[in-house]
């Protein structure tokens, strides 16, 4: 079945730096990605998704890039800001099944 | 658009009482929805998919007996933890797709029930 792997699992940034998570996959069938963020109690919230015909998409300052061949999938966070901090989840999904990865908690310091 | 609700927050019970988590999508027609369970500091797991109407996919090592899904209609779902016990205790998040699965489909979640088990 799918595997999805997550790193860094923490990542600690300065109040407008970059942040990249990166995430791979298994099953080169998996054809949508899409990446939750989620803050302390609260539900995952939808951030960005890529399907598998597109290797990048940007929204104002989050983009994804994806790379089929190397089954390889990143979260980018430009100009971090202290309400950017939280935990961050790659997912793969093929059809109805969706694979999540561990999380990466990332912490903005002001 | 795409919103999910979650009932209740949260809930305390004693042990070997049954809890009733209700799941509603309220503007759309959620074809499926599943039920998660969330470990502090942890990732989603993926306990069970249901379709409107038809009996529930668990997922290996949730024992359906203990996690009754009923999916009674397009925009409801219910999680019944039957006989609770300290060790169920957790956060259960619910979450609900309008699409037909063809070409992976974005899940939105509900605010969580957090369970505690007494």
């Known amino acids: 079945g799918e595997n999805v792997e997550q790193h860094p699992s923490t990542l600690s940034v300065q109040e407008g730096d970059s942040a990249v998570i990166k995430c791979t996959y298994s099953?080169?069938?998996?054809?949508?990605f899409p990446w939750y963020k989620q803050e302390l109690g609260k539900r995952p919230q939808l951030i960005i998704d890529i399907r598998s015909n597109v290797g990048e998409k940007k929204d104002q300052r989050i983009a994804v890039t994806l790379n089929k061949t190397a089954k390889h999938f990143s979260l980018h966070i430009t100009e971090t800001q202290p309400e950017d901090s939280a935990v961050y989840f790659c997912a793969a999904s093929k059809g109805f099944k969706t694979i999540f990865g561990a999380g990466t908690r990332l912490f903005v310091k002001a | 658009g795409a919103v999910v609700s979650q009932h209740p927050s949260w809930v305390i019970c004693k042990s070997g009482t049954s809890v009733k988590i209700e799941c509603r999508s309220l503007d759309f027609q959620a074809t499926t929805m599943f039920w998660y369970r969330q470990f502090p500091k942890q990732s989603l797991m993926l306990m069970a998919t249901?379709?409107?109407?038809?009996?529930?996919?668990?997922e290996q090592g949730v024992e359906k007996d203990k996690f009754l899904i009923n999916h009674a209609s397009l925009t409801l779902s219910t999680l019944t933890v039957t006989s609770a016990h300290p060790e169920d205790s957790s956060f259960y998040i619910c979450?609900?797709?309008?699409?037909?699965?063809?070409?992976?489909?974005?899940?939105?979640f509900g605010p969580g029930t957090r369970l505690l088990v007494l």
């Open positions: 249901s379709n409107e109407g038809s009996k529930a996919t668990y």
């Open positions: 099953d080169s069938a998996s054809n949508y």
């Open positions: 979450s609900a797709t309008g699409g037909a699965g063809v070409l992976g489909e974005t899940q939105y």
